[in-house]
């Protein structure tokens, strides 16, 4: 049995793949899912579609932080088509199938292979969305929100969601210490959606 998790940079298990389409009101996407990458299924998680809904840009460029197979930040260039968007995930398999769903829907985006900000030659942004994984613990948590703080423009804002009784509530109040503010934006299944503003 396998015991990596979709934040191993290097996923050794075999590689397995699930098709799916999404609609996004009268607008699709035709996705690959990937075992050894976050959300590995035949739909897009609750969480994810929650992100995208209640996502709207704060101005000309986003970052899709973590993106897994790319669902959330490819989503946004199809809803904002003039929107300028970054996807980057510390694991390469994730990495070549947001790619590869990128290009099967001729969406123009840049990804990049990163952990966290290290590898991302942009350096700042107007927005920044994250489902970041719960599971790597308060400490990565804590961090992704603090270089998340250091990489908005002024006015910015930062995306994230998570299951408010699942440690939600934390990172909500992690958001509040760094940036000073944050509001649940949406919610559902006890899912919500965190923002805060630089």
């Known amino acids: 049995m396998s015991h990596e998790h979709y934040y191993t940079p290097n996923p050794t298990s075999d590689v397995l793949e699930k098709q799916m389409t999404f609609l996004l009101g009268e607008k699709q996407l035709s996705l690959f899912s990937v075992s050894g990458v976050f959300g590995f299924s035949n739909h897009v998680?609750?969480?994810?579609?929650?992100?995208i809904h209640a996502f709207s840009p704060s101005g000309r460029n986003a970052l899709d932080?973590?993106?897994?197979?790319?669902a959330v930040g490819l989503s946004a260039k199809l809803l904002f088509p003039d929107l300028h968007v970054t996807l980057s995930d510390i694991n390469t398999r994730a990495v070549e199938y947001s790619k590869k769903n990128a290009l099967q829907n001729n969406l123009q985006v840049q990804i990049?292979?990163?952990?966290?900000?290290?590898e991302i030659p942009q350096s700042l942004f107007n927005d920044i969305i994250s489902?970041?994984?719960?599971a790597m613990g308060k400490t990565f948590i804590t961090k992704l929100i603090n270089e998340s703080?250091?990489?908005?423009?002024?006015?910015g804002a930062f995306w994230l969601v998570a299951f408010h009784n699942k440690g939600g509530s934390t990172l909500k109040m992690l958001m509040q210490e760094r940036f000073g503010n944050s509001h649940d934006v949406a919610?559902?299944?006890g899912i919500r959606v965190y923002k805060s503003i630089r």
């Open 65 to 70: 932080l973590g993106c897994g197979f790319g």
């Open 131 to 134: 489902n970041p994984p719960i």
């Open 112 to 118: 990049f292979s990163s952990d966290l900000f290290s």
């Open 45 to 51: 998680d609750k969480a994810s579609q929650l992100l």
């Open 149 to 155: 703080y250091d990489h908005l423009e002024p006015g």
């Open 187 to 189: 919610k559902g299944g």
